[in-house]
Each structure stands twice: as structure tokens, then as C-alpha cells.
């Protein structure tokens, strides 16, 4: 049941910017690293919000023609993964309500953890749920509060606990949304007379803007009347970004609280190269996510730094996985290794993350067919132990190779030479000692849990 609403997502919006919806369209394509599941935009045209959604990626759900026909100069858009069970159509973002008053459309990238406690609230209140996300819980409140609109989102977002990042459209106003603890990134900038808003900086620079603001935990953004008004609703809040931001979600060229991310994972590779005194002959990488600490590490070792695996890079969600008996064959259609390279070779690996341990100890397979001598893993994440309930699918604790093994079992199974990982000081450091939520590696978690608490008993 709780696997059912685990969500990793992208949201984007254009403000009084012409074309908004093309302009969407391309923000959430720079953003298909976060979902590619669905993929939606309302835009607002006249006093009316118009929706385009679907499954799969955002250039398969929009065609050039579609994205012509939804005109008005105010958009937002979402792109979605969801694990097992989330899929209905009725899920997909944005969600629309049509009031007799006015329409709101809104798209969310987190969790909502006091969800089930709301929606009990709004239930008996006599409100009906079209779909199971915690997205239109956030949108029957809106409806549901008193006042002007920006006096609804304000009092809605006192309500939430968790982890959202949330636009809000109506017909002539638009809102971004932080949560109090600052769990998942949010930013926008000007374009044109308008503004553009995203869930990660990469989608800005697309269309040639280089410089951002971030929206601060617990601060509500307000587009209207073509200015912006910036409100605080919760003088509480403080810093808890999501470390698996850094570490494997966001792409390398995103900037997150003035940390570029490639950077980021560079200093871990360098913080995990210092006090190791392996013997190796080259430093690797998985690609992607892991190339930037595999840099970092090599630099700092002064081991060289190869490429000793392949990605194919079209292998998709919906890439028809092979038989059994292609498997034993040795069909390997994601990653390959290099012989040439890392044969009779001692090699540091580098991967971002150990969740299930399956990806690792297929690699370390890969490379040990490939000819490798000896393959030590390096983990440029500490061992995660516990479960995100702040949106990122981690897994449950039970799958967690973490919860269950000792970092010596965790090494015998993936049949590596050796294994280390990070520890939570050192990440501190590659974020500047910045605030992060590092629940899933300490199980500190930043916020009350509400009924996600019994998965922890
Ligand atoms: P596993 O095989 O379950 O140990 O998965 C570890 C691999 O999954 C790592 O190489 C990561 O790059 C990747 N990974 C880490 N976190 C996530 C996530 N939340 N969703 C999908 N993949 C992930
Ligand atoms: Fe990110 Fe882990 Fe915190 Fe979830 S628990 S928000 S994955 S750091």
C-alpha cells in the first residue's frame, strides 16, 4: 500500500511568456531525468485552463500540432515516475478543478505525509477523489479554504507536512510553493516579460537563462498582475534538501542551493578517494550518474580514469526486457564493459548508491568477465538503511540490501575485492555544510511521519 504512492517527479510553469505551453513543453523535456511515465500541461487561455496529459515521455504525448492548439501565455507542466500501482490515468498531472468561481490546475514533485489524515478530513467534509495522489488532496483544500486565492494557497501550505514542490495555476495567477523543510528543489527566473519556474536550473539554461532564484522552504511565490511577490508561511522553516538530489536524482549541470551538482558528486569521489590507500591500476565509473565522483576520485588518487563501461543510452521503461534464456546467454542491453580496458586490470568502481545491490553485483560480474583482476567498489553515497517517505522511491526497508547486511556481507554478495562507502560527515561537506536530509542513510527523519511511521515499527 505504501509502495502505491512513492513519486519522483519534475514539475515546470511559464508565467506571462508567449507560447507558454511550448515553452513548458521544452522545460519538461530537459526534465525527463525525473519521470518518464506521464507527462502533462494545462495551459490557461482566456479564462479557461486547457489540459493535455498521457503516458510516456513529453515527446510522445505532445505532438507539434497538440502543442499549437493549447494557446495562452500562462502554462505548467509535470513529468512522472511512479513505482508499481500508481499508474491511473486519473493520476496523471496536472490535475484541474473546475469550480463555479474559478479553475485551478496544479502539479506537485514530492510527498505529502499527513495525506491519509487529510484526506479523512476532506472525505468527511464531502469531497470526492477521482484519483489516489496526494496532488489533488492539495487541490480540494485549495478549493476548500476561505478568501482570495493567494489567502487559500497560503493557508493550505500552513496544513502540509512533507516534502512539495507545487505549482498552482488559475485562470490569471500563477504560485510556487516550497515545503517548510525545503525537501525538493525549486527555482525560477525571468524571461521575456514573464517568468519561467522548475524543479531543477538544467530546464532555464535550455532556453538560454543563466541566472536563478530559488524558491526558500516555507515561502510561497506569487505571479500576478506580471509581478512577483514573494510571501514567507512558515517562519519555522529550515534547510533539509534531499541528498539523493545531489547524489543521483538531478542532472549534472543543475545547480541546487548554489551547489552545482556535477561538483557535488565530484567532491564526494574525492572525499572517498582520501584515506583509501587501494592498489588499483584505473578508476571507473557507472554511467551516468556516477562519472562526475569516478572524475573526482581518480583526481584525488591520482589513479588514471578510464571508461570501462558503456551505457546504451536507448534503453527505456519500456524496453521489452529479455528472456531467461537470452539473460544466460549474456544479453546485456543497458551497460557493457570495455576488455580492452579493464582487462587484467585492478579497478576502483564507482557507483552513487547501493539500494536493492542487484545493479552492483551485476557490474562487478560484467567487469570480472571482461577480464578485471580485481574490482573494488566505491559508493559515493553512505548505506542506505531506511525508506524515503519524502518522494524518492528508495524501496521499502525489507529490499534494502542496507537494513539487512553489514557492509562486509553487502561486499561478499555483490562479490567485489573490496567495498566502502561515504559516511554522513563527508556529505555534509560536499554539500558546504549545508542543511540535507539524509533520513534514508540515518533514518532521521525531518518531519512527523503521521501513518508512515508504523512502515518504521
Ligand atoms: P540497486 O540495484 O537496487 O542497488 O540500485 C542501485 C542503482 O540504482 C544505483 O546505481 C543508482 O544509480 C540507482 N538508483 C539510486 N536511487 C534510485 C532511485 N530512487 N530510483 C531509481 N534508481 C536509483
Ligand atoms: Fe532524499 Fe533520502 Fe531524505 Fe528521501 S530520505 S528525501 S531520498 S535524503
Request: hydrophobic share 35%.
Amino acid at each position: 500500500m505504501f509502495d502505491e504512492i512513492h513519486e519522483e517527479c519534475g514539475v515546470f510553469g511559464a508565467y506571462n511568456i508567449k507560447d507558454a505551453s511550448s515553452i513548458t513543453y521544452y522545460g519538461l523535456h530537459t526534465l525527463q531525468h525525473r519521470g518518464q511515465e506521464a507527462s502533462g500541461i494545462a495551459v490557461s487561455d482566456h479564462g479557461h485552463i486547457h489540459v493535455k496529459k498521457g503516458k510516456g515521455l513529453t515527446i510522445d504525448v505532445f505532438t507539434k500540432e497538440k502543442l499549437e492548439q493549447m494557446k495562452g501565455n500562462m502554462a505548467i507542466g509535470h513529468v512522472r515516475y511512479s513505482t508499481a500501482g500508481g499508474q491511473e490515468n486519473a493520476n496523471i498531472q496536472p490535475i484541474v478543478a473546475r469550480g463555479s468561481k474559478r479553475e485551478i490546475a496544479i502539479v506537485h514533485n514530492g510527498q505529502i505525509v499527513n495525506e491519509k489524515e487529510l484526506r479523512v478530513e476532506l472525505e468527511e467534509a464531502g469531497c470526492i477523489f477521482q484519483g489516489t495522489s496526494d496532488s489533488e488532496i492539495v487541490l480540494h483544500m485549495i478549493q476548500k479554504e476561505e478568501g482570495s486565492l493567494c489567502e487559500k494557497v497560503m493557508s493550505t501550505a500552513k496544513k502540509l507536512v512533507g516534502a512539495f514542490s507545487i505549482l498552482v495555476m488559475s485562470e490569471n495567477e500563477m504560485y510556487a510553493i516550497r515545503d517548510q523543510k525545503g525537501l525538493r528543489p525549486l527555482s525560477y527566473t525571468k524571461m521575456q516579460d514573464g517568468y519561467v519556474i522548475g524543479s531543477e536550473t538544467c530546464a532555464f539554461e535550455v532556453l538560454g537563462l543563466y541566472s536563478h532564484t530559488d524558491v526558500l522552504p516555507g515561502q510561497i511565490i506569487q505571479f500576478k498582475d506580471g509581478i512577483v511577490r514573494k510571501m514567507i508561511y512558515d517562519e519555522q522553516a529550515s534547510n533539509h534538501m534531499c541528498a539523493m538530489e545531489y547524489i543521483y536524482f538531478a542532472r549534472p549541470d543543475s545547480v541546487i542551493e548554489n551547489i552545482n551538482v556535477h561538483n557535488f558528486r565530484k567532491e564526494t569521489g574525492r572525499l572517498l578517494a582520501q584515506n583509501d590507500d587501494v592498489k588499483a591500476d584505473i578508476v571507473i565509473g557507472v554511467p551516468d550518474s556516477s562519472l562526475s565522483a569516478a572524475i573526482g576520485y581518480a583526481e584525488q588518487s591520482e589513479i588514471p580514469f578510464e571508461t570501462g563501461l558503456v551505457k546504451n543510452r536507448f534503453v527505456g521503461r519500456t524496453f521489452i526486457q529479455p528472456t531467461q534464456s537470452q539473460r544466460d546467454r549474456g544479453v546485456r542491453m543497458k551497460l557493457s564493459a570495455i576488455p580492452h580496458v579493464v582487462s587484467g586490470k585492478s579497478v576502483v568502481m564507482i557507483d552513487d548508491s547501493i539500494v536493492r545491490g542487484t545493479t552492483s553485483r551485476r557490474i562487478v560480474r560484467l567487469l570480472k568477465e571482461a577480464g578485471a583482476s580485481e574490482v573494488h567498489v566505491r559508493i559515493a553515497s553512505p548505506i542506505i538503511t531506511s525508506p524515503c517517505f519524502y518522494g524518492v522511491d528508495t524501496s521499502t526497508k525489507e529490499e534494502l540490501i542496507g537494513a539487512r547486511m553489514s557492509k562486509e556481507e553487502i561486499c561478499r554478495y555483490i562479490e567485489a575485492d573490496s567495498l566502502e562507502f561515504m559516511n554522513i560527515a563527508q556529505l555534509s561537506k560536499a554539500a558546504n555544510e549545508q542543511g540535507l536530509c539524509t533520513a534514508c542513510f540515518d533514518g532521521n527523519y525531518c518531519t512527523d511521519l503521521f501513518s508512515y511511521a508504523k512502515v518504521l515499527e
